[in-house]
């Protein structure tokens, strides 16, 4: 039998995991949306509109996704951590009130507009709409981030009694990892979202759509990734230097470093042993750790062996940073790839479609890598030096947590699944319809909303 | 009673109070605004296809919205009274888990029942119903074990069972209702059916609380029943009486104004649901106050340091007379009769 900890840390993982995989999408498309509507305004091209009619549908799937598992996410601080807001609810309560109160009410009403107002109100308040729904999911994870980060570095508060007080707000708020957290995060959802305008493009183009629109997207899509992904990697850098000073145990387990070094190497493979406190089948390079760390050859990296009894499982830190590093490489590589292969007006190779069909949810694997990489990263402490994750659990039996857990992932599993499978296909639908309408409007520029009948739902009569 | 309120001129004293009133009318707001897109999720499996498309269309530019009214509630319990946010949801962590797997369901059901391909919609149509359906019976099923204070025993949890189904048939007569004035011609008569069908177990819910309630505490039995507190509360249960009345008059009277083709009092219905869901609350909180967990933790014990809170107040203060702004002109913008959805 599991123990409560580890399943009560499981339970949340699972779902702050399927979670945190849409507002990645969310955040980032709806400016996208709002760029393909300015384009659109701007140029008066179809194409631009068709863009934006397909990923406005991946939009508002994605967005329900993350506003139904954020709901889970407010119950389950009391059902799975309640000596979490016993100790630190003086912090934390008013950052997660501010998100609800500017955030979450601003995106989930003019969301209705955005998405299904555009013959009840004018075209400046439908896109006043969707700017203020772009803004309310930035500013959520403005909120959200500034907690999270200062649960890694905490900052602007005492201790009173065993519970945290503020005493300065601003430095609460903007705690030393806040400003590179949201930087990195905002990064990330930029470019979860570029490769899947990217992917899904790519995905049409391969079916054989030569729609302005398919290679438009593709063209969005690589372009933004490309002009984002270095920007990304001097941010993750920076972030990672931030670590280094403020948790100095979570880059040692990075890395996968024991023992503390003048010159450190960097470990790029290998099978990190806690018993044995090694590394087995270890493939280093000399002084690079120290050279990426400290900017120096010879500079002194701590090791694990500092930290013994209060580091974070090494294996998985170690594991899933390597795999956001690979993902991040891999993304500049194709990006940039495909950036060059279709200059003035050149079309993508088959190799380079499938390229980037299966880079469509790449965004996903480096958002969840990075993720378990920072906050697995921070065990064993729930709030970094101040609680221990284990004096948070609740006295839910372990049973209960096991039979919930078993129903969540199942229901995961099923929508991962649907949601997956569903945007392909509204890519394929988006094809369909298009060459309908391109048939109907060849006497006119401009393309009337139409309605799909076989995909959106037939009502009434009595259109507004 | 008296002895368990503190000063309420010093911030420790009032904040809470202050607190408990916001998330007491978040989730009245909530109760009301989901209740009404729960149960229109209740009907659904009367409906015909087309039917069922209009139906989800009345309520899907707000659904979201509304449900955001279950996070503030539940985010002042957790920011405002930190120390019973744990005790009241570990307490309900089989019913809460329900409800967010009923509201998880039910939520993407909605998106996935248009998107999927044509022979899954069925299928997503049944997990909308079971979703609404298990968020709402969940929903009266913590009512009545808040109502019992947690206790563990078979009685509690039949009660809380069926109070579960009350409230569950409480949302669909919300919902049909709502689907009587933004609907027309056959669902709208349908609606009236419905309506008048949930009306009576309502009503069974209603009366079952209202008993139970002062005759499970003789601490709440007081509150109701001595002579200087009757004169108080006695216009609750009279008027609760006096909506149904007007409810159940007005759904006999519609099918013959809408013959003649008026539409005249075709929102009569909803508002005196939304009456009694108002009435029925307030004596609830009458009746618990001020007690978070019965007899157990009272808002001034469970509640959050007063800085902590003075700096949430001052953020609500500005921002929720905004919020309720920016909702009623969502609410305006798609005002009148529910037409079909189309994304442009």
């Given at each position: ?14 779902n ?18 709002l ?7 701007r ?30 996410m ?12 016993e100790t ?5 309560g ?25 013959n009840?109100?004018?075209n ?32 602007g508060f ?111 493979f ?42 974070p ?23 940039w ?17 499938k ?58 599993a ?33 393309v ?5 009948p ?11 | 009673?008296?002895?368990l ?19 007491g ?14 149960g ?22 707000f ?38 797997i ?60 069926f ?6 048939s ?19 008569r ?30 709440i ?5 001595t ?31 809408l ?11 909803f ?43 001052v ?21 009148g ?8």
């Amino acid at each position: 039998m599991l123990d409560a900890l580890i399943l009560a840390r499981i339970q949340f993982a699972a779902n702050i995991s399927f979670h945190i995989i849409f507002p990645m999408i969310s955040i980032a498309l709806t400016w996208m949306l709002l760029y393909f509507k300015w384009q659109y305004n701007r140029t008066g091209e179809d194409y631009w509109m068709n863009i934006y009619r397909l990923f406005v549908k991946v939009f508002a799937l994605s967005f329900a996704l993350g506003v139904v598992s954020g709901i889970t996410m407010s119950f389950q601080f009391g059902t799975n951590w309640p000596g979490f807001m016993e100790t630190v609810g003086n912090i934390a309560g008013p950052l997660l009130a501010y998100e609800v109160l500017t955030a979450f009410f601003l995106e989930a009403s003019f969301l209705g507009i955005m998405l299904f107002g555009f013959n009840r109100v004018s075209n400046r308040i439908h896109t006043l709409a969707t700017f203020l729904v772009a803004v309310g999911t930035t500013l959520s994870a403005f909120w959200i981030l500034a907690l999270n980060s200062w649960m890694h570095t905490p900052a602007g508060f005492e201790m009173i009694d065993g519970q945290a007080h503020a005493t300065d707000w601003f430095a609460v708020v903007f705690n030393p990892s806040f400003p590179y957290r949201l930087v990195h995060t905002l990064l990330a959802s930029g470019l979860t979202a570029a490769f899947l305008i990217a992917g899904l493009s790519a995905y049409r183009w391969l079916r054989g759509d030569r729609e302005k629109s398919v290679i438009g997207g593709i063209r969005t899509g690589v372009r933004l990734a490309a002009v984002l992904i270095p920007l990304q990697i001097l941010a993750g850098d920076l972030h990672g230097l931030n670590t280094l000073e403020h948790q100095p145990a979570k880059v040692a387990a990075m890395e996968g470093l024991w023992e503390t070094q003048e010159g450190a190497p960097f470990v790029v493979f290998g099978i990190p042993d806690e018993e044995a406190r090694t590394n087995h089948f270890a493939l280093e390079i000399p002084k690079l750790a120290s050279l990426i760390l400290t900017h120096e050859l010879d500079g002194e990296v701590l090791g694990l062996n500092e930290f013994e009894g209060e580091h974070p499982p090494v294996g998985m830190v170690f594991w899933s940073f390597r795999i956001m590093v690979g993902v991040g490489l891999l993304m500049l590589v194709i990006s940039w790839a495909a950036v060059w292969m279709l200059r003035k007006g050149r079309e993508p190779s088959p190799l380079m479609s499938k390229l980037l069909v299966g880079m469509t949810f790449s965004g996903w694997v480096a958002v969840l890598s990075g993720w378990y990489t920072t906050e697995i990263g921070r065990q064993p402490f729930l709030v970094s030096g101040v609680m221990r994750t284990a004096e948070a659990v609740g006295p839910v039996p372990p049973a209960t947590v096991l039979t919930t857990l078993i129903a969540w992932l199942t229901l995961y599993a099923v929508l991962i699944s649907a949601y997956v499978a569903v945007v392909f296909m509204l890519a394929r639908n988006a094809s369909a319809k298009e060459k309908l309408e391109t048939g109907v409007n060849a006497h006119g520029p401009r393309v009337a909303p139409l309605i799909d009948p076989t995909i959106e739902p037939a009502g009434a009569p009595g259109n507004a | 009673m008296p002895e368990l309120i503190p000063d309420l001129s010093v911030p420790a004293g009032w904040l809470p109070l202050a607190f408990m009133i916001v998330m007491g009318l978040s989730i009245l707001a909530y109760v009301i605004l989901d209740g009404f897109d729960l149960g229109v999720g209740l009907l659904l499996p009367m409906a015909s296809d087309s039917e069922k498309d209009l139906m989800i269309a009345s309520i899907g530019p707000f659904w979201d919205a509304n449900e955001t009214w279950l996070v503030m509630g539940v985010g002042v319990l957790l920011v405002a009274f930190p120390m019973a946010h744990g005790t009241v949801l570990t307490a309900l962590y089989l019913p809460v888990s329900l409800m967010l797997i009923g509201l998880t369901l039910r939520g993407v059901a909605f998106d996935f029942r248009v998107k999927a391909r044509d022979e899954h919609k069925e299928r997503w149509n049944r997990a909308f119903f079971t979703g609404s359906f298990m968020a709402a019976f969940a929903q009266g099923f913590m009512l009545g074990e808040l109502i019992l204070g947690f206790e563990i025993s078979v009685f509690a949890t039949i009660f809380s069972a069926f109070i579960g189904l009350c409230l569950a048939s409480g949302y669909a007569l919300l919902g049909a209702c709502w689907l009587i004035a933004k609907t027309s011609d056959r669902l709208q008569r349908k609606a009236i059916v419905w309506a008048k069908q949930s009306v009576l177990f309502t009503a069974v819910g209603v009366g079952a609380v209202s008993l139970a309630t002062p005759l499970l505490s003789e601490r709440i039995f007081d509150k109701w029943f001595t002579v200087q507190n009757l004169i108080g509360v006695w216009p609750i249960p009279l008027i609760t009486v006096v909506l149904f009345v007007l409810l159940w008059r007005a759904l006999r009277r519609l099918p013959v104004r809408l013959d003649q083709n008026n539409e005249y009092g075709i929102w009569m219905p909803f508002y005196s649901a939304v009456g009694l869901f108002m009435l029925a609350f307030h004596g609830l909180a009458y009746s618990l106050f001020p007690w978070l967990v019965v007899d157990e933790l009272t808002i001034w014990d469970a509640a959050a340091a007063p800085e902590s809170l003075m700096v949430i107040f001052v953020g609500a203060v500005i921002v929720l007379p905004m919020i309720v702004a920016y909702s009623i002109f969502v609410y305006r913008v798609f005002g009148g009769k529910a037409t079909p959805l189309e994304y442009y």
